[in-house]
């Protein structure tokens, strides 16, 4: 009785943090009904910036969702105009993860409602005994990669070359899709603080014309290693200026080869600051039993 007890306060602490989070943001966040589900289409399609028809997920898929249980959210205004949208579906282990899709918020939506739309997601998935949110993101948007590790607590568990293959809507076209693989655990538990940078040994750094630049290989007794990533990669890959493109596309091959040297010695995301560093560190081993 007392686990069920304590089960049903830890659900009413998540509830009560996501409605604030909505009320701050002033939206309503809920489940959504079968004759929603074509707007929410629109309004990915709209972030995505594709036509309605290549919206990352068309509204039957978000209809058959829906119906056999999976999650589809919408964010509204007081006047009812939906200005977020969020899906996901069960992954392994069965019942105890949803992987999130998607989630996006209308341009010019309300602050705060990327927020309410993910914390309205964890208290679902706690009223369902599922202990783990998993989703991916593009390493090098500086703000997706604080929003999800510095703001949210995610954890980085994978990073996915190319995991989607050629993409072609308005964000990612012509880039190839690499992707961090993140879990955010439903019951959180006390956020372990990120070490000092100072004397962080830099592995990767945004040189004076905005392109990376690739340190050294970390010494033997380094501590801490910061991998950097542009201020707005987005802009760099939406701009028409001589070389933005190329600078762009730089980022992903050179984070992509840092990332991968450092993570075969060892090191591993911590987490990310907002001045735009992935911290790194090596984690002890855990001791064996005696």
Request: aromatic share 6%; proline share 8%; with cysteine.
């Amino acid at each position: 009785m007392a686990d069920d007890a304590d089960g049903l306060l830890r659900r009413e602490r998540l509830s009560d943090a996501a409605d604030a989070a909505a009320a701050t943001a002033g939206v309503t966040v809920r489940d959504l009904d079968a004759g929603e589900m074509a707007e929410a289409s629109a309004l990915l399609a709209q972030v995505w910036r594709t036509g309605p028809r290549e919206s990352p997920m068309e509204p039957g898929l978000l209809v058959a969702l829906g119906f056999v249980g999976s999650y589809v959210s919408g964010a509204f205004t007081p006047d009812g105009t939906m200005v977020g949208a969020c899906a996901g579906f069960f992954g392994e282990p069965l019942g105890g993860l949803l992987h999130s899709h998607v989630a996006a918020v209308s341009p010019g939506g309300p602050r705060g409602t990327g927020t309410a739309l993910k914390l309205h997601q964890r208290a679902w998935c706690a009223k369902r005994g599922i202990g783990v949110i998993a989703w991916t993101y593009d390493p090098l948007i500086a703000r997706n990669a604080w929003f999800n590790l510095g703001r949210l607590g995610a954890h980085v568990e994978a990073y996915l070359v190319d995991f989607y293959g050629v993409m072609d809507d308005g964000l990612n076209a012509g880039e190839e899709s690499d992707r961090l693989l993140v879990h955010w655990p439903v019951d959180p538990g006390a956020a372990e603080p990120l070490p000092s940078l100072d004397g962080a040994h830099v592995a990767l750094a945004v040189g004076p014309d905005g392109a990376p630049v690739h340190g050294t290989d970390p010494p033997a007794d380094a501590d801490v290693v910061t991998l950097a990533v542009p201020s707005d990669v987005e802009a760099l890959r939406a701009s028409t200026r001589p070389g933005d493109r190329a600078t762009a596309s730089a980022w992903r091959t050179t984070f992509r080869e840092v990332h991968a040297g450092l993570h075969q010695q060892g090191w591993r995301v911590h987490g990310f600051v907002r001045s735009g560093q992935y911290v790194l560190h090596r984690p002890h081993p855990e001791p064996e039993p005696s």
